[in-house]
Protein backbone atom coordinates (compact mmCIF):
# COMPACT_ATOMS: atom_id res chain seq x y z
CA UNK A 1 0.00 0.00 0.00
CA UNK A 2 1.81 3.15 -1.30
CA UNK A 3 2.72 5.48 1.80
CA UNK A 4 0.73 9.18 1.66
CA UNK A 5 2.28 11.94 3.15
CA UNK A 6 -0.40 12.96 5.85
CA UNK A 7 -2.64 11.18 8.31
CA UNK A 8 -5.26 13.57 9.80
CA UNK A 9 -6.12 11.55 12.74
CA UNK A 10 -8.85 11.99 15.58
CA UNK A 11 -9.69 9.55 18.31
CA UNK A 12 -13.36 8.82 18.75
CA UNK A 13 -15.78 7.96 21.11
CA UNK A 14 -19.33 8.78 20.85
CA UNK A 15 -18.67 12.19 18.89
CA UNK A 16 -22.23 12.17 16.38
CA UNK A 17 -22.51 16.13 17.15
CA UNK A 18 -19.36 16.84 16.13
CA UNK A 19 -17.71 14.52 13.95
CA UNK A 20 -18.60 15.12 10.57
CA UNK A 21 -17.63 18.99 10.90
CA UNK A 22 -14.44 18.23 11.59
CA UNK A 23 -13.81 15.88 9.06
CA UNK A 24 -15.30 18.68 6.86
CA UNK A 25 -12.45 20.56 7.59
CA UNK A 26 -9.82 18.45 7.72
CA UNK A 27 -10.50 17.18 4.24
CA UNK A 28 -10.90 20.91 3.05
CA UNK A 29 -7.13 21.18 4.08
CA UNK A 30 -6.21 18.34 2.41
CA UNK A 31 -8.01 19.26 -0.58
CA UNK A 32 -6.88 23.00 -0.77
CA UNK A 33 -3.14 22.40 0.18
CA UNK A 34 -2.51 19.47 -2.44
CA UNK A 35 -1.13 16.81 0.24
CA UNK A 36 -1.99 13.72 -0.51
CA UNK A 37 -3.24 12.54 2.78
CA UNK A 38 -6.29 11.00 4.19
CA UNK A 39 -8.65 11.06 7.30
CA UNK A 40 -8.17 8.51 9.64
CA UNK A 41 -11.02 8.24 12.51
CA UNK A 42 -9.89 6.02 15.67
CA UNK A 43 -12.90 4.60 17.13
CA UNK A 44 -12.91 3.50 20.88
CA UNK A 45 -16.50 1.73 20.65
CA UNK A 46 -18.88 4.83 19.75
CA UNK A 47 -22.48 3.42 19.85
CA UNK A 48 -24.26 6.58 18.49
CA UNK A 49 -24.01 6.15 15.25
CA UNK A 50 -20.37 8.00 14.87
CA UNK A 51 -19.06 5.12 12.40
CA UNK A 52 -21.57 5.43 10.24
CA UNK A 53 -20.95 9.21 9.88
CA UNK A 54 -17.69 9.06 9.64
CA UNK A 55 -17.95 6.72 6.30
CA UNK A 56 -20.24 8.79 4.84
CA UNK A 57 -18.11 12.02 5.93
CA UNK A 58 -15.32 10.50 3.39
CA UNK A 59 -13.12 9.09 6.19
CA UNK A 60 -11.20 5.79 7.29
CA UNK A 61 -12.01 4.35 10.17
CA UNK A 62 -10.37 1.90 12.17
CA UNK A 63 -12.13 -0.06 15.03
CA UNK A 64 -9.89 0.17 18.58
CA UNK A 65 -11.34 -2.48 20.58
CA UNK A 66 -8.54 -1.40 24.04
CA UNK A 67 -10.68 1.25 25.86
CA UNK A 68 -8.80 4.64 26.71
CA UNK A 69 -7.64 7.83 24.89
CA UNK A 70 -3.87 6.35 24.03
CA UNK A 71 -5.31 3.28 23.51
CA UNK A 72 -7.46 5.11 20.46
CA UNK A 73 -4.25 7.21 19.40
CA UNK A 74 -2.09 4.28 19.59
CA UNK A 75 -4.53 2.14 17.19
CA UNK A 76 -5.08 4.67 14.67
CA UNK A 77 -1.22 5.51 14.66
CA UNK A 78 -0.46 1.73 13.77
CA UNK A 79 -3.23 2.12 10.99
CA UNK A 80 -1.97 5.58 9.76
CA UNK A 81 -0.93 5.29 5.82
CA UNK A 82 0.45 8.87 6.37
CA UNK A 83 4.52 9.82 6.78
CA UNK A 84 3.03 12.39 9.16
CA UNK A 85 0.56 12.41 11.60
CA UNK A 86 -1.64 15.17 12.71
CA UNK A 87 -4.01 14.58 15.51
CA UNK A 88 -6.18 16.10 17.13
CA UNK A 89 -10.23 15.22 19.21
CA UNK A 90 -13.12 15.45 17.16
CA UNK A 91 -15.07 17.83 19.26
CA UNK A 92 -14.44 21.00 16.99
CA UNK A 93 -12.92 22.70 19.10
CA UNK A 94 -8.96 22.61 17.86
CA UNK A 95 -8.68 24.15 14.11
CA UNK A 96 -8.56 21.25 11.50
CA UNK A 97 -8.52 24.73 8.86
CA UNK A 98 -5.63 25.90 9.67
CA UNK A 99 -2.69 23.25 9.87
CA UNK A 100 -0.04 24.90 7.51
CA UNK A 101 2.65 25.31 10.75
CA UNK A 102 2.28 21.59 11.30
CA UNK A 103 3.17 20.81 7.65
CA UNK A 104 5.83 23.28 7.26
CA UNK A 105 7.74 21.81 10.53
CA UNK A 106 7.38 18.63 9.42
CA UNK A 107 8.48 18.84 5.97
CA UNK A 108 11.36 21.26 7.69
CA UNK A 109 12.91 18.02 9.89
CA UNK A 110 11.06 18.28 13.39
CA UNK A 111 9.59 14.58 14.34
CA UNK A 112 7.17 16.66 16.92
CA UNK A 113 5.23 19.99 16.55
CA UNK A 114 3.01 20.66 19.63
CA UNK A 115 0.44 23.31 19.22
CA UNK A 116 0.33 26.59 21.71
CA UNK A 117 -3.30 27.39 22.75
CA UNK A 118 -1.77 30.34 24.70
CA UNK A 119 0.29 31.82 21.44
CA UNK A 120 -2.56 30.87 19.17
CA UNK A 121 -5.75 32.06 21.18
CA UNK A 122 -8.09 30.84 23.65
CA UNK A 123 -11.77 31.74 22.92
CA UNK A 124 -13.74 32.74 25.98
CA UNK A 125 -15.59 29.44 27.33
CA UNK A 126 -13.47 27.19 25.59
CA UNK A 127 -11.53 26.37 28.50
CA UNK A 128 -12.42 25.99 32.11
CA UNK A 129 -10.59 29.09 34.28
CA UNK A 130 -8.80 26.22 36.86
CA UNK A 131 -7.39 24.57 33.90
CA UNK A 132 -6.25 27.80 31.97
CA UNK A 133 -4.72 29.39 34.78
CA UNK A 134 -3.88 26.90 37.19
CA UNK A 135 -3.71 23.23 35.52
CA UNK A 136 -1.61 23.97 32.65
CA UNK A 137 0.35 26.28 33.44
CA UNK A 138 1.31 24.39 36.43
CA UNK A 139 1.61 21.23 34.82
CA UNK A 140 3.38 22.46 31.63
CA UNK A 141 6.11 24.42 34.08
CA UNK A 142 6.66 21.06 35.65
CA UNK A 143 7.07 19.00 32.58
CA UNK A 144 9.51 21.92 31.34
CA UNK A 145 11.50 21.96 34.58
CA UNK A 146 11.37 18.35 34.61
CA UNK A 147 12.13 17.69 31.58
CA UNK A 148 14.06 20.35 29.89
CA UNK A 149 11.33 20.71 26.67
CA UNK A 150 10.56 23.43 24.43
CA UNK A 151 6.79 23.66 24.29
CA UNK A 152 4.76 25.72 26.60
CA UNK A 153 1.29 24.32 26.37
CA UNK A 154 1.90 20.55 27.62
CA UNK A 155 -0.79 19.29 26.75
CA UNK A 156 -2.11 21.28 24.08
CA UNK A 157 -3.81 17.95 21.68
CA UNK A 158 -3.65 19.23 18.51
CA UNK A 159 -0.33 17.87 17.46
CA UNK A 160 1.55 16.73 14.55
CA UNK A 161 4.62 14.41 14.30
CA UNK A 162 6.83 11.73 12.77
CA UNK A 163 4.77 8.53 12.60
CA UNK A 164 7.89 6.20 12.47
CA UNK A 165 9.43 8.41 15.16
CA UNK A 166 6.59 8.52 17.91
CA UNK A 167 6.08 4.52 16.56
CA UNK A 168 9.94 4.07 18.22
CA UNK A 169 9.36 6.01 21.50
CA UNK A 170 7.82 2.96 22.53
CA UNK A 171 4.41 4.33 24.03
CA UNK A 172 2.88 2.70 26.76
CA UNK A 173 -0.02 4.82 28.85
CA UNK A 174 -3.40 4.26 27.64
CA UNK A 175 -5.56 6.78 29.30
CA UNK A 176 -5.31 10.83 29.04
CA UNK A 177 -1.24 10.40 30.25
CA UNK A 178 -0.48 9.66 26.89
CA UNK A 179 -0.32 13.13 25.75
CA UNK A 180 2.58 13.62 28.04
CA UNK A 181 4.47 10.60 27.52
CA UNK A 182 4.54 11.58 23.72
CA UNK A 183 6.41 14.72 24.62
CA UNK A 184 8.14 13.93 27.49
CA UNK A 185 9.47 10.39 25.65
CA UNK A 186 10.52 12.62 22.46
CA UNK A 187 12.81 15.56 24.29
CA UNK A 188 14.69 12.66 26.35
CA UNK A 189 14.92 10.34 22.81
CA UNK A 190 16.35 13.22 21.64
CA UNK A 191 13.56 13.92 19.06
CA UNK A 192 13.14 17.28 17.29
CA UNK A 193 10.49 18.94 19.22
CA UNK A 194 8.74 22.64 18.28
CA UNK A 195 5.82 24.22 18.69
CA UNK A 196 3.32 26.08 16.56
CA UNK A 197 0.19 28.83 17.61
CA UNK A 198 -3.24 27.50 17.40
CA UNK A 199 -6.43 28.15 18.56
CA UNK A 200 -8.49 26.54 20.68
CA UNK A 201 -12.84 27.68 20.71
CA UNK A 202 -15.28 25.71 22.74
CA UNK A 203 -16.34 22.32 21.84
CA UNK A 204 -19.66 21.70 19.75
CA UNK A 205 -20.99 19.06 22.12
CA UNK A 206 -23.94 19.17 24.27
CA UNK A 207 -22.73 16.70 26.72
CA UNK A 208 -19.70 17.07 29.05
CA UNK A 209 -16.22 16.13 27.72
CA UNK A 210 -14.44 12.79 28.50
CA UNK A 211 -11.61 14.93 30.20
CA UNK A 212 -12.30 14.67 34.07
CA UNK A 213 -10.30 17.87 35.46
CA UNK A 214 -8.81 16.09 38.73
CA UNK A 215 -8.65 12.44 37.95
CA UNK A 216 -6.55 13.10 34.64
CA UNK A 217 -4.33 15.69 36.25
CA UNK A 218 -3.40 14.12 39.03
CA UNK A 219 -2.96 11.27 36.17
CA UNK A 220 -0.48 13.78 34.41
CA UNK A 221 1.02 15.04 37.27
CA UNK A 222 1.77 11.32 38.43
CA UNK A 223 3.23 10.08 35.10
CA UNK A 224 5.45 13.72 35.12
CA UNK A 225 6.65 12.00 38.70
CA UNK A 226 7.12 8.55 37.77
CA UNK A 227 9.25 9.38 34.99
CA UNK A 228 11.67 11.65 36.67
CA UNK A 229 13.20 10.25 39.41
CA UNK A 230 15.63 12.89 39.97
CA UNK A 231 12.50 15.26 41.24
CA UNK A 232 10.67 12.17 42.58
CA UNK A 233 13.22 11.30 44.61
CA UNK A 234 16.89 12.63 44.10
CA UNK A 235 16.78 15.71 44.62
CA UNK A 236 14.38 15.57 47.91
CA UNK A 237 16.75 12.72 48.99
CA UNK A 238 19.79 15.13 48.61
CA UNK A 239 17.58 17.85 50.53
CA UNK A 240 16.71 15.61 53.30
CA UNK A 241 20.38 13.95 53.99
CA UNK A 242 21.94 17.70 53.44
CA UNK A 243 19.44 19.10 56.21
CA UNK A 244 19.81 16.01 58.79
CA UNK A 245 23.71 16.25 58.18
CA UNK A 246 23.28 19.85 59.11
CA UNK A 247 21.51 19.46 62.07
CA UNK A 248 23.47 16.88 63.43
CA UNK A 249 27.04 18.62 63.38
CA UNK A 250 25.17 21.53 64.59
CA UNK A 251 23.51 19.64 67.68
CA UNK A 252 26.65 17.31 68.05
CA UNK A 253 28.52 18.82 70.99
CA UNK A 254 25.38 19.83 73.01
CA UNK A 255 22.02 22.12 72.85
CA UNK A 256 21.72 25.17 70.82
CA UNK A 257 19.61 28.26 71.62
CA UNK A 258 18.05 30.09 68.90
CA UNK A 259 16.83 33.20 70.38
CA UNK A 260 15.64 33.39 73.71
CA UNK A 261 13.02 30.92 73.80
CA UNK A 262 14.15 28.22 71.42
CA UNK A 263 16.60 25.54 72.19
CA UNK A 264 17.60 22.51 70.01
CA UNK A 265 18.63 19.15 72.14
CA UNK A 266 18.57 15.81 71.71
CA UNK A 267 15.32 15.55 70.16
CA UNK A 268 16.41 17.93 67.33
CA UNK A 269 19.01 15.58 67.21
CA UNK A 270 16.57 12.82 66.67
CA UNK A 271 15.12 14.84 64.12
CA UNK A 272 18.16 15.33 61.83
CA UNK A 273 19.05 11.05 62.29
CA UNK A 274 15.76 10.63 60.44
CA UNK A 275 16.63 13.36 58.38
CA UNK A 276 19.49 11.21 57.19
CA UNK A 277 17.72 8.02 56.96
CA UNK A 278 15.01 9.49 54.74
CA UNK A 279 17.14 11.26 52.65
CA UNK A 280 19.42 7.95 51.96
CA UNK A 281 16.34 6.12 51.37
CA UNK A 282 14.85 8.58 48.58
CA UNK A 283 18.01 8.56 47.11
CA UNK A 284 18.76 4.79 47.03
CA UNK A 285 14.90 4.63 45.26
CA UNK A 286 16.19 6.87 42.82
CA UNK A 287 19.15 5.18 41.71
CA UNK A 288 16.59 2.12 41.50
CA UNK A 289 14.47 3.78 39.99
CA UNK A 290 16.28 5.30 37.21
CA UNK A 291 18.04 1.76 36.65
CA UNK A 292 14.62 0.05 36.20
CA UNK A 293 12.89 2.73 34.17
CA UNK A 294 15.73 2.83 31.58
CA UNK A 295 16.08 -0.95 31.52
CA UNK A 296 12.74 -2.02 30.72
CA UNK A 297 12.39 0.93 28.33
CA UNK A 298 9.83 3.70 29.81
CA UNK A 299 12.92 6.29 29.65
CA UNK A 300 16.19 6.17 27.44
CA UNK A 301 19.42 5.01 28.77
CA UNK A 302 21.62 7.45 30.15
CA UNK A 303 25.14 6.32 29.76
CA UNK A 304 26.85 8.42 32.35
CA UNK A 305 24.46 6.81 34.64
CA UNK A 306 24.90 3.45 33.36
CA UNK A 307 28.86 4.03 33.90
CA UNK A 308 27.83 5.51 37.28
CA UNK A 309 25.93 1.73 38.20
CA UNK A 310 28.63 -0.28 37.19
CA UNK A 311 31.31 1.48 39.13
CA UNK A 312 28.95 0.41 41.94
CA UNK A 313 28.80 -3.09 42.16
CA UNK A 314 27.12 -4.91 45.06
CA UNK A 315 30.51 -6.24 46.70
CA UNK A 316 31.58 -2.48 47.12
CA UNK A 317 28.08 -1.92 48.31
CA UNK A 318 27.88 -4.76 50.62
CA UNK A 319 31.27 -3.65 51.97
CA UNK A 320 30.45 -0.39 53.00
CA UNK A 321 27.03 -1.41 54.53
CA UNK A 322 28.73 -3.98 56.50
CA UNK A 323 31.28 -0.97 57.73
CA UNK A 324 28.40 0.67 59.01
CA UNK A 325 26.61 -1.51 60.69
CA UNK A 326 30.31 -2.52 62.48
CA UNK A 327 29.86 1.31 63.45
CA UNK A 328 27.11 1.06 64.31
CA UNK A 329 27.18 -1.78 67.08
CA UNK A 330 30.30 -0.62 67.73
CA UNK A 331 29.20 2.64 69.33
CA UNK A 332 26.16 1.24 70.96
CA UNK A 333 29.25 -1.16 73.10
CA UNK A 334 31.14 1.98 73.97
CA UNK A 335 27.63 3.72 74.99
CA UNK A 336 27.11 0.71 77.04
CA UNK A 337 30.31 0.24 78.71
CA UNK A 338 29.83 4.35 79.62
CA UNK A 339 26.52 3.23 81.26
CA UNK A 340 27.95 0.57 82.80
CA UNK A 341 30.60 2.52 84.37
CA UNK A 342 27.63 4.75 85.93
CA UNK A 343 25.89 1.55 87.44
CA UNK A 344 23.10 1.70 84.81
CA UNK A 345 22.11 4.02 87.03
CA UNK A 346 20.87 7.72 85.22
CA UNK A 347 22.57 9.00 82.12
CA UNK A 348 23.91 12.76 82.92
CA UNK A 349 23.54 15.17 79.68
CA UNK A 350 22.66 14.48 75.86
CA UNK A 351 26.31 13.25 75.02
CA UNK A 352 25.71 9.19 75.47
CA UNK A 353 21.76 9.56 73.61
CA UNK A 354 23.49 11.33 70.86
CA UNK A 355 26.01 8.58 70.34
CA UNK A 356 23.15 5.88 70.20
CA UNK A 357 20.89 8.02 67.70
CA UNK A 358 24.36 7.87 65.95
CA UNK A 359 24.93 4.17 66.50
CA UNK A 360 21.06 3.14 64.99
CA UNK A 361 21.19 5.62 62.48
CA UNK A 362 24.25 4.20 61.07
CA UNK A 363 22.78 0.56 61.26
CA UNK A 364 19.73 1.35 59.88
CA UNK A 365 21.72 3.46 56.65
CA UNK A 366 23.96 -0.04 56.48
CA UNK A 367 20.95 -2.10 56.28
CA UNK A 368 18.72 0.08 53.84
CA UNK A 369 22.29 0.32 51.71
CA UNK A 370 22.56 -3.55 51.52
CA UNK A 371 18.92 -4.14 50.32
CA UNK A 372 19.50 -1.41 47.87
CA UNK A 373 22.85 -3.40 46.57
CA UNK A 374 20.58 -6.76 46.04
CA UNK A 375 17.43 -4.53 44.85
CA UNK A 376 20.08 -3.22 42.07
CA UNK A 377 21.37 -6.33 41.17
CA UNK A 378 18.22 -7.97 40.79
CA UNK A 379 17.29 -5.46 38.52
CA UNK A 380 20.55 -6.00 36.59
CA UNK A 381 19.78 -9.50 35.54
CA UNK A 382 19.57 -10.15 31.66
CA UNK A 383 16.20 -9.79 30.25
CA UNK A 384 16.96 -12.56 27.85
CA UNK A 385 15.32 -16.07 28.06
CA UNK A 386 17.12 -19.39 27.40
CA UNK A 387 14.57 -22.39 27.69
CA UNK A 388 15.82 -25.58 28.38
CA UNK A 389 14.57 -29.13 27.44
CA UNK A 390 11.75 -29.85 29.76
CA UNK A 391 13.18 -33.56 30.38
CA UNK A 392 16.73 -35.04 29.96
CA UNK A 393 17.59 -36.28 26.68
CA UNK A 394 17.76 -40.47 26.54
CA UNK A 395 21.11 -41.61 27.55
CA UNK A 396 21.43 -43.00 23.49
CA UNK A 397 21.02 -39.49 22.77
CA UNK A 398 24.56 -39.17 21.52
CA UNK A 399 25.02 -42.46 19.79
CA UNK A 400 21.54 -42.16 18.25
CA UNK A 401 23.59 -38.78 16.11
CA UNK A 402 26.41 -40.20 15.34
CA UNK A 403 24.95 -43.24 13.57
CA UNK A 404 22.92 -40.50 11.49
CA UNK A 405 25.49 -38.56 10.66
CA UNK A 406 27.22 -41.33 9.30
CA UNK A 407 24.34 -42.82 7.74
CA UNK A 408 23.73 -39.62 6.09
CA UNK A 409 27.42 -39.13 5.08
CA UNK A 410 27.10 -42.70 3.45
Known amino acids: ?5 LTILMPCLNEAETLAICIEKARGFIARSGIEGEVLIADNGSTDGSLEIAKEAGARVVPVA ?8 MGGIEAARGRYIIMGDADDSYDFVNLEGFVARLRAGDQLVMGNRFKGGIAPGAMPWHHKYIGNPVLSFLGRLFFKTVPSDFHCGLRGFDRAAVIGLNLRTTG ?11 T ?12 LKPDGRSRPPHLRSFRDGWRH ?8 PRWLFLYPGYASLGLGLFL ?38 AVIGRRFASRYGFIPPSQTFDRLL ?21 LILFSVGRWADLDFGPIEGGGTMRMMIVAMTAIVAGTQLAMTGFMASMINIPLTERRLPLAPPPDDYMLRRVGDTAEHDG
Request: proline share 2%; glycine share 8%; net charge negative.
Open 188 to 199: LSGLRVSEVPTT
Open 176 to 186: MEFASEMLVKA
Open 221 to 228: LRFLLLFS
Open 248 to 285: AVLLWHGPVKIGSDIELDANSFLVAAMLVIVGLQAISF
Open 1 to 5: MAELE
Open 310 to 330: ESLTLEKLLSVAVLLVLIGFG
Open 66 to 73: HKGYGAAL
